[in-house]
């Protein structure tokens, strides 16, 4: 197939609400063309209306798995437990070794074991994204090569946030509350651990 | 409490779930914003093949080499899709070409920082700062030094942005000097198959193929040629 030919393919299946894959067009184009194609199916994707698609393609694309995954996640607990592994990957390190070099980072290398429970709140949402602070957002924003503001929106998920006070973490959002509550996963390991820095660090707001 | 989840609506358009997120971010009460929140994810769920896309034939302006790698891809459209979640506050359009304008831009500037980050991990992994790559005019450069410092790490405005281009693309499409040429991308955008536009113009399938090819390629020299 030619590479006009595939590209009037591919759009005549995107405006009929068929879903075509673009790799599957792709693979079909001589080497010479491939870049070509690539690009004016780009062209097309910037300016096409979104297609009417059936009953049973609108649940095929809400059951997709990488929208569920986000869209699954509650707003109280942002985009963290969806965007920090991500970033784990991208940036090819294990748990164990990012909480090694936060728990440097942070200055608190003799409390490693804190700090990974801490983290590990984060990237599963039992951890209120509210109390971390600056300190640590930043810390793990290096540590990640991302902007500091853009997890610490991440963690907020800006703008989704209610004004009216709600339930998350065993806390109420938006009412006076001195002393927050905490899930199990991530409390201090024995009833008899003191407040230290780390929790001030993770649970101390900014 | 979670958030409104993406279901039901399947009789709305998306020119119509456009308009309830316009209205929804016009108002000032709880109801109309979660109203508009809930529209804005149907929206950007529906439009997940259009983000694949897009990250797909990624390439970074400029450096044409320079893209999101396949095995990387899953991840690059994760990260899209974020970034749009996050966008809703700042959209400003009511219509659904200034969405969609808005959501490529959104999601260009997601591939953008992807690369960034991963050149970053690569350097600081070792071992690949000093690979080259052939320049524009062919001259061996460094993979990463020129692209990382066109990349920056602000924030980009991708409302606004996306407005601009969809205005050069309309430009773009009023300069195309040949009729049917014209008429064929005019027709495709609106989401005519090339049989209903060969029948329209009286033209041949191959003719309209030939057509659109031609027309997106010279619509994106014109653009390229007034960024």
Not at chain 2, 79 to 108: D, H, I, K, W
Request: net charge negative.
């Amino acid at each position: 197939m030619t590479d006009s030919r595939l590209l009037s393919a591919f759009i005549d299946a995107w405006n009929a609400g068929e879903r075509p894959d673009v790799d599957d067009y792709l693979a079909q184009a001589a080497d010479g063309d491939r870049e070509d194609l690539a690009t004016e199916i780009g062209m097309f994707l910037s300016v096409a209306p979104t297609p009417r698609y059936s009953p049973e393609a609108l649940d095929e694309l809400l059951a997709d798995p990488q929208v569920k995954q986000l869209e699954g996640l509650p707003a109280e607990l942002g985009l963290w437990p969806a965007a920090l592994p991500r970033l784990r990957r991208e940036a090819r390190l294990r748990r164990d070794e990012l909480v090694s070099r936060l728990a440097e980072a942070l200055g608190t290398k003799d409390r490693e074991a804190k700090v990974a429970r801490y983290y590990h709140g984060m990237e599963t949402g039992t951890l209120d994204p509210g109390g971390v602070s600056d300190r640590v957002i930043k810390a793990l924003a290096s540590i990640l090569g991302v902007d500091p503001s853009e997890l610490a929106d991440a963690g907020r998920l800006r703008g989704f946030a209610r004004a009216t006070p709600r339930t998350a973490f065993g806390r109420t959002y938006g009412a006076p509350d001195a002393t927050p509550a905490m899930p199990a996963s991530v409390a201090p390991a024995s009833e008899n651990e003191e407040w230290d820095e780390v929790d001030e660090l993770f649970r101390g707001r900014r | 409490m979670p958030q409104p989840r993406p279901t039901g609506s399947h009789d709305q358009t998306s020119a119509e779930l456009v308009a309830r997120v316009a209205t929804g971010l016009r108002g000032s009460g709880e109801e109309q914003r979660a109203d508009a929140v809930a529209a804005w994810r149907l929206l950007i769920a529906r439009d997940i093949d259009r983000v694949r896309g897009i990250v797909t034939t990624f390439r970074f302006p400029g450096r044409p080499h320079v893209r999101v790698e396949r095995q990387d891809q899953p991840d690059a459209v994760q990260y899209a899709y974020e970034r749009l979640l996050r966008m809703l506050p700042n959209f400003r359009g009511s219509t659904e070409p200034e969405y969609v304008g808005a959501l490529v831009q959104c999601v260009r500037y997601a591939c953008m920082d992807y690369c960034r980050r991963q050149m970053k991990h690569e350097i600081g992994l070792g071992g690949s700062i000093d690979e080259t790559l052939p320049g524009e005019e062919g001259e061996s450069v460094g993979r990463f030094n020129t692209a990382l410092g066109r990349i920056g790490a602000q924030r980009h405005e991708d409302d606004v942005r996306g407005r601009a281009d969809l205005d050069a693309f309309r430009v773009g499409l009023q300069s195309l000097s040949n009729e049917n040429m014209r008429r064929v991308i005019a027709l495709t955008i609106e989401g005519h198959s090339s049989a209903e536009i060969a029948d329209r113009l009286d033209l041949t399938a191959a003719n309209v193929d030939q057509l659109r090819s031609r027309g997106l390629r010279e619509i994106r020299g014109h653009m390229e040629s007034h960024d």
